[in-house]
């Protein structure tokens, strides 16, 4: 290893900042066991007690109609598709009650971007579920949707962001990121608002205090400069508003969509960017791996990388299922891929706050419902080794 790298490594592990061009450097260049040694050393400093936190919540889709026809998604339908469905709030509301019976604490409502809902129509859905669920935390949507509702019923951004956080919007999942840097996105959502686009309406939300994370897709053919620069912009906007509570990359599900073919990140690739990203997003407070898309082994190393958080049990997911993504746990097998990594598993909010800490087999939650299931529009299951 150079005394280069060895230098940045010991910085970000003791917590110092890493320019972008070094991140790159580490990205590419790191030796794989130091990079992911340096990650966990921020990891351990942040969460000394190696508690590791999931959450169990429900991915509830409004329509699949979209008029946005982003090259590597296969869940839309384009308006007037015989395909295309949208659940009414009856549906959402039944749905919301089911995931509150397994213990869900929060609901992802996302959708394509219909050519008819505006601000209205999401005022109304999170309005509706607040009312009847206060307890359910409400993170949802992306600035996609906000700029699309923005323009359907034409108003700012602004506008449209108080508007939906007074109906009752708790947080912004901040999907929609894929790739952020021009050239990549372009090619993958040429129709989608821009990646500054993503991100001043990203610094919008959080001043007018709407927390959020942020998202990455790996693997659509985007180079590595590309993969750190998607990096450098949401750190740009963090610097500026301190809004973002965690990264959260996942890798491209190449099925049934219109980008076939083209390869997948590897999960050593996806293991660095992970590791990565922990050194570079010093203040970024979480850090969480997708069991789904690269399955519960490389979910597992993910632990050893830097990552503090395995995200959702959930109860309900169609997006990357209609994609190829086929992993799946029960709530035990999740635990069990953080105890057995020598972490302590805890129940989490959407805030992160600890609702309980399972600090022996003793302590684990005994409901053998509480599982992963995809609707009827996913693929077949099968359980991930
Ligand atoms: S990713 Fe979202 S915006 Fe793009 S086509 Fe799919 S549903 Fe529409």
Redesign the pocket.
């Known amino acids: 290893m150079s005394t280069e790298i060895a230098e940045i490594l010991q910085r970000g592990a003791d917590g110092g900042r890493i320019t972008t061009e070094e991140a790159l450097l580490l990205y590419t260049e790191a030796p794989f066991h130091e990079l992911g040694e340096a990650a966990d050393a921020v990891r351990r400093r942040r969460y000394p007690e190696g508690i590791v936190t999931y959450l169990i919540d429900r991915n509830i889709n409004y329509t ?1 109609v ?1 008029v ?3 090259k ?2 296969a ?2 339908r384009a308006p007037k598709h015989k395909e295309g469905w949208s659940h009414d709030l009856d549906e959402i509301l039944r749905r919301c009650a089911e995931a509150i019976d397994l213990g869900a604490t929060q609901v992802m409502l996302q ?3 219909h050519p008819e809902f505006g601000v209205e129509y999401y005022e109304e859905l999170f309005g509706a579920v607040k009312r009847e669920f206060p307890q359910l935390a409400i993170h949802s949507i992306g600035p ?1 949707e906000i700029g699309h509702m923005a323009k359907v019923s034409e108003v700012s951004i602004e506008e449209a962001i108080k508007r939906i956080k007074a109906a009752g919007l708790d947080s912004i999942a901040g999907a ?1 990121a894929e790739m952020l840097p021009e050239r990549p996105r372009k090619a993958l ?1 040429p129709l ?1 608002e821009s990646g500054e686009r993503w991100c001043e309406i990203m610094e919008v939300a959080h001043g007018l205090g709407l927390e959020s994370t942020a998202t990455m897709m790996m693997g659509t053919g985007e180079t590595n400069a590309e993969r750190i620069e998607h990096l450098r912009m949401i750190r740009d906007v963090h610097d500026k508003t301190g809004g973002f509570r965690a990264f959260i990359p996942w890798t491209y599900q190449p099925e049934n969509n219109h980008l076939k073919g083209r390869t997948q990140a590897t999960t050593v690739e996806y293991l660095r960017m992970l590791a990565t990203a922990r050194l570079y997003f010093n203040e970024i407070a979480h850090l969480q791996s997708s069991w789904l898309t690269t399955g519960k082994a490389a979910g597992q190393v993910s632990l050893h990388m830097g990552v503090d958080d395995l995200g959702s049990i959930m109860l309900e997911e169609n ?1 990357i299922s209609s994609a190829g993504a086929r992993h799946r746990s029960n709530l035990h097998g999740l635990i069990d891929m953080i105890r057995s990594a020598g972490r302590v598993p805890a129940h989490r909010n959407t805030l992160y706050e600890h609702l309980s800490v399972h600090w022996t087999p003793e302590d684990d939650p005994t409901d053998e419902r509480v599982r992963s299931h995809v609707s009827s529009i996913a693929l077949p299951l099968v359980e991930s080794t």
Do not use: L, M, P
């Open positions: 699949n979209c946005t026809a982003c590597f998604c869940f839309y959708g394509g971007h996609s929609g959502a989608k997006v």
